[in-house]
């Protein structure tokens, strides 16, 4: 029997000045460099599209950027003269700049860049001493804003990577049924459904791609979101984050063999047929804002009239319970499905096959999103029931390594 003063054991494992051993070191170097790696060399990849920069200069900045984390690293691990922390501490790019960066570098290219920086980073230095004092100006609230805003600041060159980047642009090719295309998967992979669909719903709509090429999009771009898999699923049900991470991974591997699947499908379409929208059309901000407004207040409540249906709908399938009600539920709807999942091999199983399919809500959410384009939701079924089969057989391969 525990008494009142029996202390939990720790959690923690090695203290600030203990050293773990050489191969538990070496694995936690390698998971930290695997995680950023690719925040590392984002920024400067992001400026060098920005700019136009070619490919030597390209990989110079990334170079430089990979030895400049790797040497501040170095140097706030090992606290060298008193300059660092003594911890675990990355030190990589920031996404913060790359805005005033790419404004900087079209004014005066690469020298500007590098003499602005080496004049702003005394001053960084400063007023980092500074910070304790300023917490109470400094709120949760400022810094969310500033967060916000760096996102808003990058829609301009996301955009442009979606047409092709500025290489595309510069070739005559920016917009090309290729990049767009790829652009609507991973659109619908980060956003989850119906994203995707609604992505090759607007791009035809627009007449960027032919109707056989948006049927062919709906077939693997409409796909669940990392977020639902790994934090619901996973951590939810499987109790893991290394559970959901291989359900993400799963089901993003099992849309790439859909389009596989997917790829001849159409082909005969004649590219004569589509007619360019001119370049640009300028609108008010005025128009634009309440556009966006309207249609995203629409795609929301039509999205979440259909889950709150096939919620209600899949009551008495949830009440049976067993796994006969569990799979009976996955073919209505996802989320009512949570609830009724094991951590176990068949879980699992169900779990990545029915992330695949995503339910009938989502075709009717994907249903929705196509009134009036005249696209037609075979595709979407069929491809849905492919990788959802493909994600069966993925999962029935792994489940035994992942939970084992």
Same mark, same amino acid.
């Given at each position: 029997m525990d008494t009142p003063n029996a202390r939990t054991p720790s959690v923690l494992l090695y203290g600030i000045e203990e050293r773990p051993p050489l191969r538990e070191a070496f694995f936690a170097a390698l998971q930290h460099l695997l995680a950023i790696f690719i925040a590392i060399v984002t920024p400067p990849l992001i400026i060098a599209g920005a700019l136009g920069l070619d490919h030597e200069t390209t990989g110079f900045l990334? %170079?430089?950027?990979?030895? &400049?984390? #790797?040497?501040?690293?170095?140097?706030?691990?090992?606290?060298?003269?008193?300059?660092? +922390?003594?911890?675990?501490?990355?030190?990589?790019? %920031?996404?913060?700049?790359?805005? !005033?960066?790419?404004?900087?570098?079209?004014?005066?290219g690469l020298p500007l860049i590098f003499g602005v920086c080496i004049a702003a980073a005394p001053v960084e230095m400063v007023i980092?001493?500074?910070?304790?004092?300023?917490?109470?100006?400094?709120? !949760?609230?400022?810094?969310?804003?500033?967060?916000?805003?760096?996102?808003?600041?990058?829609?301009?060159?996301?955009?442009?990577?979606?047409?092709?980047?500025? /290489?595309?642009?510069? &070739?005559? +090719?920016? #917009?090309?049924?290729? %990049?767009?295309?790829? /652009? &609507?998967?991973?659109?619908?992979?980060v956003g989850g459904y119906p994203i995707g669909a609604k992505t090759a719903a607007d791009l035809y709509r627009e007449n960027l791609v032919s109707r056989e090429e948006a049927e062919r999009l709906l077939a693997f771009c409409n796909n669940s979101n990392p977020v639902f898999l790994i934090s619901v699923?996973?951590?939810?049900?499987?109790? %893991?984050?290394?559970?959901?991470?291989?359900?993400?991974?799963?089901?993003?591997?099992? /849309?790439?063999?859909?389009g596989l699947v997917f790829r001849g499908s159409g082909k005969s379409a004649s590219r004569q047929e589509l007619t360019r929208h001119p370049p640009f059309q300028a609108v008010s901000f005025a128009e634009a804002f309440t556009g966006a407004v309207r249609s995203s207040l629409a795609g929301i409540l039509s999205v979440c009239a259909f889950v709150v249906f096939f919620y209600v709908l899949a009551q008495p399938l949830t009440a049976m319970g067993g796994r006969l009600g569990a799979v009976l539920v996955a073919a209505l709807e996802l989320f009512s499905l949570t609830p009724l999942l094991t951590a176990d091999a068949f879980g699992f199983l169900l779990a990545a096959a029915a992330a695949g399919w995503g339910g009938l809500s989502v075709l009717c959410q994907t249903l929705a999103v196509l009134e009036g384009s005249g696209l037609r939701l075979r595709n979407c079924f069929l491809g849905k029931v492919v990788q959802s089969a493909f994600s069966l057989l993925l999962a029935a391969l792994l489940v035994g390594y992942v939970l084992g």
């Open positions: 990334v %170079s430089m950027a990979l030895f &400049a984390s #790797g040497l501040s690293t170095f140097i706030q691990c090992r606290r060298i003269g008193g300059v660092g +922390t003594g911890l675990l501490c990355i030190q990589g790019t %920031s996404f913060s700049f790359i805005g !005033p960066i790419i404004s900087t570098g079209m004014l005066g980092s001493r500074l910070l304790r004092y300023t917490q109470k100006v400094i709120t !949760p609230l400022v810094s969310g804003i500033v967060v916000t805003l760096i996102g808003m600041s990058l829609i301009k060159v996301g955009i442009i990577a979606c047409g092709g980047g500025t /290489a595309a642009r510069e &070739a005559g +090719t920016f #917009g090309n049924p290729g %990049s767009l295309g790829l /652009a &609507a998967l991973v659109l619908g992979l699923l996973g951590v939810g049900v499987f109790g %893991s984050v290394r559970a959901g991470v291989w359900l993400w991974l799963i089901h993003v591997l099992s /849309a790439l063999l859909t």
